[in-house]
């Protein structure tokens, strides 16, 4: 199973990007996005270190809430 985690974008350097998503901070690659980079400020799904698609915040937001209960029922 694969589990990307919605980031929101602080700074961008290049194709790097400076993400945080409930108080973690990551660099996170553009790369996979150069036909339609995103700006800081923006929501984007992040899967093993790639940002792999733009999102907007409410997807963001229900994203965070789903797997907080998903935790939560399984005791994390």
Same mark, same amino acid.
């Given at each position: 199973?694969? $589990?990307?985690?919605?980031?929101?974008?602080?700074?961008?350097?290049?194709? /790097? *990007?400076?993400?945080?998503?409930?108080? @973690?901070?990551?660099?996170?690659? #553009?790369?996979?996005?150069?036909? /339609?980079?995103?700006? @800081?400020? +923006?929501?984007?799904?992040?899967? @093993?270190?790639? *940002?792999?698609?733009?999102?907007? %915040?409410?997807?963001?937001?229900? /994203?965070?809430? $789903? #797997? +907080?209960?998903?935790? %939560? %029922?399984?005791?994390?």
């Amino acid at each position: 199973m694969c $589990l990307a985690i919605p980031m929101q974008i602080e700074s961008i350097d290049g194709f /790097t *990007a400076r993400c945080q998503a409930k108080g @973690v901070w990551r660099d996170v690659s #553009l790369f996979m996005m150069q036909d /339609t980079l995103p700006v @800081v400020g +923006d929501f984007v799904m992040v899967h @093993v270190g790639y *940002a792999i698609q733009k999102i907007d %915040e409410s997807d963001a937001r229900t /994203t965070w809430e $789903l #797997l +907080d209960q998903i935790l %939560e %029922e399984n005791g994390a």
